[in-house]
Structure formats: structure tokens, C-alpha cells
Nanobody, 125 residues
Framework: QVQLVESGGGLVQAGDSLRLSCTAS????????MGWFRQAPGKEREFVAT???????YYSASAKGRFTISRDNAKKLVYLQMNSLKPEDTAVYYC???????????????????WGRGTQVTVSS
């Protein structure tokens, strides 16, 4: 089993940066594929970024070039560095994990086995 806890959300202004963290439990964290999703009010949860066990990354079109996903296996942490934030980035951000140690980019909600409770990010204009 894996438990995920997100942190780092908050209220920022457009153009600011924010770094989200996801703390994971579990002995085999280093072999997991990790992902970040977000859900804005009234919208479906959507894929943001994913990182494989060997640090290969893939981003949504809206995140590419502004967001960076990374991981620290020793600390069991996954990060989402978000730069040049826009009001449309406002959402609850969720960390997700899948027990998979291959080079494949999972972008669907159903692809992930474990989820955190989310952290709110609000970007004001």
C-alpha cells in the first residue's frame, strides 16, 4: 500500500511560481510511476504530468514548458514546480501513484492505483 500526502498549495498571483510536494509511504516508492492531476471547480480531473521510475517525464500541453515534475527517491518525494502561473491553473492538485517500473507514460485517472487528498492552488489575476 502507498499513502500520498500533498503540500505546498496556496494563493498566488498570476506570473508567480509555486512548488508542490507529495510525500509517499511504502517501501517500493522508487519503482512507482508518479503523476500529478488537477481538478478545477465544475470540471473533470485532468492529467498534468507524470514521471517514471527512471525519471522520464511527460506533460500535458498546458503544463509543458511551465511545469516540471521531479522525484527524490531517497526522501520518497515527488515535486511539481509550477512557473508562470495563470488564473486557469487554479484547481485542486492531486498526486497519484502506479506500481509500474517501465517506460510508459500514464495519463488517465484509471491508470493510477493510489491518490492523495489534494492541495488547493489558487492563482489570482
Amino acid at each position: 500500500q502507498v499513502q500520498l500526502v500533498e503540500s505546498g498549495g496556496g494563493l498566488v498571483q498570476a506570473g508567480d511560481s509555486l512548488r508542490l510536494s507529495c510525500t509517499a509511504s511504502g517501501r517500493t516508492f522508487s519503482s512507482y510511476t508518479m503523476g500529478w492531476f488537477r481538478q478545477a471547480p465544475g470540471k473533470e480531473r485532468e492529467f498534468v504530468a507524470t514521471i517514471t521510475w527512471n525519471d522520464r517525464t511527460y506533460y500535458s500541453a498546458s503544463a509543458k514548458g511551465r511545469f516540471t515534475i521531479s522525484r527524490d527517491n531517497a526522501k520518497k518525494l515527488v515535486y511539481l514546480q509550477m512557473n508562470s502561473l495563470k488564473p486557469e491553473d487554479t484547481a485542486v492538485y492531486y498526486c497519484a501513484a502506479r506500481d509500474f517500473s517501465g517506460s510508459y507514460y500514464f495519463t488517465g485517472q484509471d491508470d493510477y492505483d493510489y491518490w492523495g487528498r489534494g492541495t488547493q492552488v489558487t492563482v489570482s489575476s
